[in-house]
């Protein structure tokens, strides 16, 4: 199917006409639908149909999931019922959803006021509507219907990789915002203050030793891969290791960057090794104080010092994470921890 169509059997331009024949058959020429108000490219909604109500707010109308599935024209025609009836409802609702809409607004306006009186970076990027099942708004009674479409707050805060970021959060009445954002404060306030300290010490990432390593040994350039997992959090490279293809994948939390790396015989999760295959079920405790030796065939892993061993369904090696090495994202400058204290 189609990526871009909610239905393999029939165009969105179909599927809009439909709609449209269903609205003239009901008397509601007066109600307009249009080709031009899908999305299609939200991921997850492959028809979601901004519907206009009053001048400046949407409601994102949905169908169901069987839609997909839907291979005749009797089928697609009850979805296309669907959105017929909540055109028509959307219609007659347009003034209290716009109050609804306000009054939403209000409330976070004040709620995120108080919070950056307070000292937290949090910011009201949008209010509008969550999107909604079409067949919920098909009740005979507009206001009834109307009731089903909660209010979408969304908020610019700190993410937990310490790079701004989005969240929706979704309401049913007004005074639901506070409750809401409860959670997003507080989380707001420990990742400033996690980056308060970065900047007071003048970087933005601590890198492990393995890590950079891994980026040294497959020929890439530590700097813009460091950075990129600055800017998007998560980086995943394709690489070779004994002649063939392999993963490794940076993930950045709190400032701090781990790897996770499929090796021929074995796999890094950034905080234990295990071994993969017939060696999984060996025992590897008598390893622990030594370097991994010719047990794992890659010479970032080679030379590290087992640290412990804990058993998991498999023995999982702990190696010295304790070297660490300070990423500055400006100038994409790598030092040691030392280098700041000397």
Not at 220 to 247: F, M, P, S
Request: glycine residues 6%; proline residues 3%.
């Amino acid at each position: 199917m189609d990526s871009k169509r909610a239905n393999g059997n029939f165009s969105n331009r179909e599927i809009i006409s439909m709609i449209r024949n269903r609205l003239d058959e009901a008397g509601h020429a007066d109600v307009t639908v249009s080709r031009l108000w899908i999305d299609e490219d939200t991921v997850g909604y492959p028809f979601l149909l901004h519907v206009p109500v009053g001048a400046e707010l949407t409601v994102p109308l949905r169908p169901r999931e069987d839609i997909a599935y839907a291979n005749d024209a009797e089928a697609i025609g009850r979805h296309a019922g669907h959105f017929a009836a909540a055109l028509i409802n959307l219609k007659r609702a347009e003034k209290m959803l716009g109050k609804y809409a306000r009054d939403v607004r209000r409330a976070a306006v004040s709620e995120i006021a108080a919070a950056r009186a307070e000292g937290l970076d949090i910011l009201l990027e949008r209010v509008g509507f969550k999107p909604t099942y079409a067949y919920h708004l098909t009740h005979s009674s507009w206001k009834e219907a109307a009731l089903h479409i909660l209010g979408e707050v969304t908020v610019r805060h700190t993410s937990f990789y310490l790079r701004p970021e989005t969240s929706v959060l979704w309401v049913e009445e007004p005074a639901d915002v506070a409750r809401e954002l409860e959670d997003l404060k507080e989380e707001q306030r420990g990742r400033q203050d996690e980056v308060v300290e970065l900047e007071a010490r003048g970087f933005d990432l601590e890198v492990d030793a393995i890590t950079l390593d891994l980026l040294n040994a497959h020929g890439l350039d530590a700097a813009a891969v460091l950075r990129e997992v600055w800017k998007e959090q998560c980086v995943n490279l394709r690489v070779e290791d004994r002649g063939r293809e392999t993963h490794l994948s940076l993930v950045s939390f709190s400032g701090k960057v781990t790897a996770s790396f499929e090796l021929e015989n074995a796999y890094w999760n950034g905080e234990h090794l295990w071994f993969t295959g017939d060696e999984q079920a060996k025992d590897y405790k008598h390893l622990v104080g030594q370097p991994l030796g010719e047990s794992v065939r890659h010479p970032v892993f080679a030379s590290r010092r087992v640290v412990d061993v804990v058993h998991r369904h498999a023995d999982h090696i702990v190696l010295d994470l304790s070297e660490k090495v300070l990423f500055d994202a400006d100038t994409g400058r790598l030092f040691r921890e030392e280098v700041l204290a000397a």
